[in-house]
């Protein structure tokens, strides 16, 4: 009777060491699965942290020039200012005035020496170094400035004090009559410095 049962039990045990031993390969095989998977992340991560570090350096850098960048745009600004200062000495603007579809620098030229023959100023073609319309960023606004430049600064300066003495005669203050338009004649106009 003993030995069925030490049959019976050495066969249990056989079936249990090769059960065992399946899980144990199963379990061998996942744990090689996990030790690949994770020597991939770390692998990926190294990477990663690799280039972290590199997009840092070139943060940093980026940054860097990007202050150098703006003090060197700082002065190109103020060296910009300081010759748009000298140039405006014998400019002046005059404002309000409509514009024509085909309007050209002779036109602009031909109202100027229209308005200053009314102001008792006598400008010639000659004495008119630049003019032009500032371009508007707003399509619908086409009555945009024009800025004159004059040949010197006492031609400038006499063109707006003469301007100040016809509003200061005249009720109907300077107006497009006065540059030369046969239309839209009261719509007054500025003089500007």
Sequence with gaps: MDEPITKQFND????????????????????????????????????????????????????????????????????IEEIQIGNRKTNFVIKNVPKSDSETKDDLVKMVTTLSQNLNCSISKNDVKDIYRVRSRNKENRNTPIVVETSSTILKTEILKMAKVFNSKHKSKLCCKQLGFKTQVDVGTYIFV
């Design 12 to 79: 249990f045990k056989e079936e249990m060491r090769k059960m065992m031993a399946g899980q144990f390969e199963k379990q061998t095989s996942t744990l090689r699965e996990i030790q690949q998977t994770n020597h991939s992340i770390e692998s990926s991560v190294a990477y990663l942290t690799a280039q972290n570090d590199e997009l840092k350096k070139q943060l940093i850098h980026l940054e860097h020039q990007t202050r150098e960048d703006k003090k060197y745009i700082k002065i190109l600004e103020n060296r």
